[in-house]
């Protein structure tokens, strides 16, 4: 990724297990904060009936995306249930430049790959309350067969497994509560110290100057 200069937005990874509810949470939180942007992902995924193509994610063939992940077109990528999904590079570094801040709804390898880009990256961990709330929540969501079900509650516990990976760790059981509690590490993350120092360069050079 290239060198980012002066003043910037703050770049944050949500991660959780299929049906955990993070896109929710993510949706709730950019229509209620402007200065918010979600990355739509590039994905060979199917489209489901009501998605919406460059808005839920761009959908794509696999030889387009495979072409795009060849150019380095992706800040990362991954492969998940047999579909791939990529994250614009272009598109996070110009928001971040413009002093948006950005969230990147993305899977743990995704995640993994981002931090080693981009250390400064909040890392977000959204867990359910049980594995069985997991599984009434996808089996209410109807969208998949009982198979697939089956399939995501044991990709979920791989999910899991790399939670001390994260920097903060939310349960979303209750979903006002849950998303307090991740507007409240979003304004933290705003307020470090590193964060004001890059942001604040100026002021900070008018308030100590002699």
Not at 57 to 69: G, I, R, T, W
Not at 103 to 125: H, K, M, S
Request: some cysteine; charged content about 25%.
């Amino acid at each position: 990724m290239k060198a980012l200069h002066g003043p910037v937005g703050k770049l944050f990874i949500v991660t959780a297990p299929s049906g955990a509810g993070k896109t929710t949470l993510v949706r709730a939180l950019v229509e209620s904060d402007p200065s918010l942007r979600v990355s739509v992902s590039h994905t060979t995924r199917p489209k489901r009936s009501k998605e919406e193509d460059g808005v839920n994610y761009h959908f794509v063939e696999k030889a387009q995306f495979l072409d795009m992940l060849h150019a380095g077109d992706f800040l990362e990528s991954a492969e998940v249930y047999g579909h791939h999904y990529g994250t614009s590079h272009s598109w996070v570094v110009e928001q971040l430049e413009q002093q948006q801040n950005v969230i990147l709804e993305i899977d743990w390898q995704g995640a993994t790959q981002v931090r080693n880009l981009i250390p400064e990256a909040c890392y977000i961990f959204i867990l359910p309350p049980s594995l069985e709330s997991l599984t009434d929540r996808l089996e209410q969501r109807a969208q998949d067969d009982a198979d697939t079900i089956e399939r995501r509650m044991a990709q979920a516990r791989g999910v899991i497994a790399h939670v001390a990976e994260a920097d903060f760790v939310i349960i979303n059981d209750d979903f006002d509560v849950a998303l307090e509690d991740v507007r409240a590490v979003i304004r933290a993350q705003r307020l470090t110290t590193a964060h004001q120092q890059r942001n604040l360069a100026e002021l900070l050079t008018k308030l100590t100057r002699s």
